[in-house]
């Protein structure tokens, strides 16, 4: 089935702003449950199936680290942002109030 252009345009523009979300809430350490729920409260909602991937990958790069631990009698895999993370958070989020300030501008003289 194809996707209309909107929707493949509007996945790509979300998946680059998860990327932020996720390093921003990993400021705190959090397992997979409290960091799907503390992205929704903020009304970033995200399937497991597109966090947990995205997790390993950031682990993969070196931005976060893990451990498991033992919790309410269940293993939980906790999350954070690594040393390396912290700077690379501190980057995006540069170059993205950058690009938001650019857009404001561009935008501003829009009607929709």
């Known amino acids: 089935m194809n996707e209309s252009p ?5 996945l790509e523009l979300r998946r680059g702003c998860l990327v932020l979300a996720v390093l921003a809430q990993l400021r705190a350490e959090h397992y997979g449950y409290t960091l799907r ?3 929704a409260d ?3 909602e995200m399937d497991e199936s597109t966090l947990y991937p995205l ?3 950031l682990e993969t790069q070196g931005l976060l680290t893990s451990e498991w631990r033992e919790e309410d009698k269940r ?3 906790f999350y954070r942002l690594s040393r390396e993370g912290k700077v690379v958070f501190k980057q995006l989020l540069e170059e993205w109030r950058g690009i938001g ?4 501008r561009i ?3 829009v009607k929709v």
């Open 6 to 10: 909107f929707e493949n345009l509007r």
């Open 101 to 104: 300030e650019s857009l404001d």
């Open 42 to 44: 903020e009304g970033l």
């Open 75 to 77: 293993n939980k895999r």
């Open 55 to 57: 997790l390993r990958r």
């Open 107 to 109: 935008l501003r003289e």
């Open 37 to 39: 729920k503390a992205l």
